[in-house]
């Protein structure tokens, strides 16, 4: 099981961080010509991408090393791990993009906000509300801590959705 954990796990890493490496580095130095919403939809759609080693993970333990059985559980718990692997690499991978390469991410995303939430016709107390609370996240992103905890949880509910539905697909009770 470490075996498969690990290699599917390392791979899924890879797949949804660099994406994430060349969206980020282009988001914040292309001066508003990519927007972060489609951004968002690449990220998202890599890490789909990525965690379909969950399926390939859990198929492969189950039809290679445990006879072509393997319940809910077992299957959930390879998933998870797999899950978790990747999910530790897109954040530290994201932690050492942020910190080293694209500091003020969270100033352009702030911009970026306001200047929709100013095409949409917001009021300005809108406005003023959202700057507040930009200017908030912005100085406690700067805590290594906090923003490893809010990029977990941008990943790790995809992946564990990925994770229940392998298990409830790939789930074969042995035949007596």
Do not use: C
């Amino acid at each position: 099981m470490k075996k498969i954990t690990l290699t599917y796990g390392l791979i899924a890493g890879a797949i949804v961080a660099a994406p994430m490496l060349l969206i980020a580095n282009y988001v914040t130095n292309s001066d508003g010509a990519i927007d972060f919403h489609n951004s968002m939809l690449i990220g998202y759609a890599s890490m789909l991408l990525a965690f379909s080693m969950v399926f390939v993970g859990i198929r492969n333990y189950r039809n290679n090393y445990n006879n072509g059985v393997i319940g809910f559980g077992k299957a959930f718990t390879i998933g998870g791990i797999i899950v978790l692997i990747a999910s530790t690499i897109y954040v530290g991978t994201w932690l050492i993009d942020y910190f080293y390469f694209v500091p003020d991410f969270a100033e352009v995303y702030a911009k970026a906000t306001i200047a929709d939430l100013k095409a949409n016709g917001a009021t300005q107390a809108e406005i003023d509300l959202q700057i507040q609370e930009m200017a908030s996240f912005a100085e406690m992103y700067k805590n290594p801590f906090y923003n490893a905890m809010i990029t977990y949880m941008e990943i790790l509910p995809v992946g564990l959705v990925v994770t229940l539905i392998s298990s409830l697909i790939l789930k074969k009770k042995a035949t007596n």
